[in-house]
């Protein structure tokens, strides 16, 4: 099965949002994917201000292979992503997003600000909404065009893996150990049952 976790890119930091607080600049992301990545991202220095937007672009579209009884390409195509909240934020750091609900293809922000007093360290945040995409297949000589609903974790369909907010001390560098950036596989979230199958069956994420 062919890894897809591009197959969002960037989800928490480009999905829908509410209580908008940043501007979305379309030249800043155009193609899918997300700026600054997480390693990229200015370090929150305990005790001193931060105020820091990142931009991202989700995908519209994605393939991937499914197994059921003979293999299956499948194309999914994301209508529209809403994120409802982002958790794991230092203390005193807060998420603000926009816009409220994302089209496929679609460019969104998010800013991260406050003061915080949280002890110095990485900060892994996860995003939770809803995906609305559906999925176009041929299979046992029928075409299917299917609706599909996700609600949960966003990370694990985003292309950067989990984001995290990094706390240093003042005088503190930032990032100066190597950070692991990881992505997971679909197959570790995705289950198609029974299989065998008598032609119906059912795909989780």
């Given at each position: 099965m062919k890894k897809f976790y591009s197959l969002i890119a960037a989800l928490v930091v480009t999905v829908g949002f509410i209580n908008a607080q940043c501007t979305i600049d379309p030249s800043a992301q155009t193609t899918p994917g997300v700026n600054p990545t997480a390693d990229n991202l200015p370090c929150v220095v305990i005790g001193v201000p931060y105020n820091q937007t990142v931009?991202?672009?989700?995908t519209s579209a994605y393939d991937t292979t499914i197994t059921i009884v003979i293999s299956v390409q499948a194309h999914f195509v994301?209508?529209?992503?809403?994120?409802?909240?982002?958790?794991?934020l230092p203390a005193g750091i807060t998420a603000t997003w926009s816009p409220a609900v994302l089209a496929g293809g679609g460019n969104g922000c998010v800013n991260f600000s406050g003061t915080t007093t949280a002890s110095a360290g990485q900060y892994p945040i996860t995003a939770w909404g809803e995906v609305w995409t559906h999925a176009q297949a041929s299979a046992f000589g029928q075409n299917i065009d299917t609706p599909y609903t996700y609600h949960g974790q966003l990370n694990a369909l985003?292309?950067?893996?989990n984001y995290y907010l990094q706390v240093i001390t003042t005088g503190s560098?930032?990032?100066v150990t190597?950070?692991?950036?990881?992505?997971?596989?679909?197959?570790?979230?995705?289950?198609?049952?029974p299989n065998p199958s008598n032609g119906?069956?059912?795909?989780?994420l």
């Amino acid at each position: 099965m062919k890894k897809f976790y591009s197959l969002i890119a960037a989800l928490v930091v480009t999905v829908g949002f509410i209580n908008a607080q940043c501007t979305i600049d379309p030249s800043a992301q155009t193609t899918p994917g997300v700026n600054p990545t997480a390693d990229n991202l200015p370090c929150v220095v305990i005790g001193v201000p931060y105020n820091q937007t990142v931009q991202g672009q989700i995908t519209s579209a994605y393939d991937t292979t499914i197994t059921i009884v003979i293999s299956v390409q499948a194309h999914f195509v994301i209508d529209s992503v809403r994120m409802d909240s982002i958790t794991g934020l230092p203390a005193g750091i807060t998420a603000t997003w926009s816009p409220a609900v994302l089209a496929g293809g679609g460019n969104g922000c998010v800013n991260f600000s406050g003061t915080t007093t949280a002890s110095a360290g990485q900060y892994p945040i996860t995003a939770w909404g809803e995906v609305w995409t559906h999925a176009q297949a041929s299979a046992f000589g029928q075409n299917i065009d299917t609706p599909y609903t996700y609600h949960g974790q966003l990370n694990a369909l985003s292309s950067w893996g989990n984001y995290y907010l990094q706390v240093i001390t003042t005088g503190s560098a930032c990032h100066v150990t190597g950070i692991n950036n990881f992505s997971s596989d679909l197959n570790t979230a995705m289950s198609v049952y029974p299989n065998p199958s008598n032609g119906t069956f059912e795909l989780r994420l």
